[in-house]
Structure formats: structure tokens, C-alpha cells
């Protein structure tokens, strides 16, 4: 079955410190991946995705993610944060047409003005 | 323009009671989805219905039962709440199978007294 694990569940940092949310899966396929936000009250929105083709992705509000299929890794990377980036953070994973989004247990990123 | 609404943002409601939660998306999508977000912010599929047609149906209790009168709208009706029930319940559609990136609502939020 797949699995997703983020290994960090409250991550605190300071604005303008560099940020990198740890994610891995296990499934053995082809996978698409995804990184979610969940801001305070909100619904999730995408940061961005990776189906195939160039490994390092970029989405949306500065934030990049880099596939390495070796490492069954999606982590997300951003180089300076801020406040406005205090969010819950989520990991996704699909493998297969038919297979489920699976979802991380998520991390709360806290951003200290 | 909302992408995808839910109705109503807040529930709360006795045991024993039975209630729907309405979800719509405006985006053409083929597939809509039902997830529950625990206390601790875990993400988990309940249901899909890809052109009015359920295909993934996780082990969730019979109590809740989706309903999709046509491709835009998904409902989510539970009988008999119970305590372990409440949460936040999430609807999300995609333009085609679960491969495809998905788009949220603003979720419900269900409590059960």
C-alpha cells in the first residue's frame, strides 16, 4: 500500500531563514506528486505538483520542490520565508489512474516576524 | 468565481441526528471526491464519483453516503452521527481520475454533540 511520511510536525523559523519540508512515499510505480497548503481556517491550495519531466519543480509563491526518484523523495524548499507563509504544509501522492491522493500527516510551519 | 463550494461552513448537531453537506464545483471536472480531516489534521479519502458513477469507496461506515444528482455536485449524507464523526469534511473535484490535480472546497466543519 502507498504511504507518505513527513518527517517534521511543527517546523518554527524565523522570516527570512531558508526553509525544507521533508516528504517521502513508498510505492513502486510512477507516481505524481503533490505539495498542498493549508492556511489558518482555509482549504488547501496547490503549491505545485510534479508528473513527469524536469525533477525540480517550481510552484507558486517562491516555493520549488525537487523529485528524487532514488530517494523516494518530494521535499519542498523554500529560500526565504515569511510570516505570511505560516501555514499547514501536506505531501501528497498518487500512483496509478485509479489509485487515491494519499496525503502526508502534514507539517505546521510557524513563521516568527 | 468559487471553483468549489460547500454548504454549509459549520454543522453542529446532536447523536443520533442526520445531516447532508452539499458540495458543487463550477470547473467542468469529471471526478469529485469526499475527504475527512481528523482533529490532527490527517487527511483521508471517504469517497469518489467519477461521472456520477462511485469508484473508490474506502472503508468508511455505511452511515455516510454520497450522492451525486449530476457531474457538478457531489452531496455527503450521514445517518446517525456519532461523536467520532466529527471533523472537517473536505470536497474536492479533478478534471479527470484522482491522477489529475485536485481542487478543494472550503470544507465543513461537523461537530457532534
Known amino acids: 500500500a502507498q504511504s507518505v511520511s513527513q518527517h517534521n510536525h511543527h517546523v518554527i523559523l524565523s522570516e527570512a531563514a531558508s526553509l525544507e519540508l521533508g516528504c517521502n512515499y513508498s510505492?513502486?510505480?510512477?507516481?505524481?506528486l503533490f505539495w498542498y497548503v493549508q492556511y489558518p481556517g482555509q482549504h488547501l491550495q496547490l503549491l505545485l505538483k510534479?508528473?513527469?519531466?524536469?525533477?525540480l519543480v517550481k510552484g507558486i509563491k517562491g516555493f520549488e520542490a525537487e523529485f528524487i526518484k532514488s530517494k523516494f523523495s518530494f521535499n519542498l524548499r523554500k529560500p526565504s520565508v515569511q510570516w505570511s507563509d505560516t501555514a499547514e504544509y501536506f505531501c501528497a501522492v498518487n500512483g496509478g489512474s485509479q489509485g487515491n491522493l494519499i496525503f502526508g500527516k502534514g507539517t505546521k510551519l510557524s513563521v516568527k516576524p | 468565481d468559487t471553483a468549489v463550494s460547500q454548504t454549509p461552513k459549520y454543522l453542529v448537531t446532536q447523536m443520533g441526528n442526520d445531516k447532508s453537506i452539499k458540495c458543487e464545483q463550477n470547473?467542468?471536472?469529471?471526478?469529485m471526491y469526499w475527504y475527512k480531516q481528523d482533529s490532527k489534521k490527517f487527511l483521508k479519502i471517504m469517497f469518489s464519483y467519477n461521472n456520477k458513477e462511485l469508484i473508490i469507496n474506502e472503508t468508511v461506515p455505511n452511515r455516510f453516503s454520497p450522492k451525486s444528482p449530476d457531474k457538478a455536485h457531489l452531496n455527503l449524507h450521514i445517518n446517525s452521527l456519532e461523536l467520532g464523526d466529527s471533523a472537517v469534511y473536505f470536497c474536492?473535484?479533478?478534471?479527470?481520475?484522482?491522477?489529475?490535480?485536485?481542487?478543494f472546497g472550503p470544507g465543513t466543519r461537523l461537530t457532534v454533540l
Open positions: 474536492a473535484s479533478s478534471r479527470r481520475g484522482s491522477a489529475d490535480t485536485q481542487y
Open positions: 510534479y508528473f513527469s519531466g524536469d525533477p
Open positions: 470547473l467542468g471536472h469529471d471526478t
Open positions: 510505492y513502486g510505480g510512477t507516481v505524481n
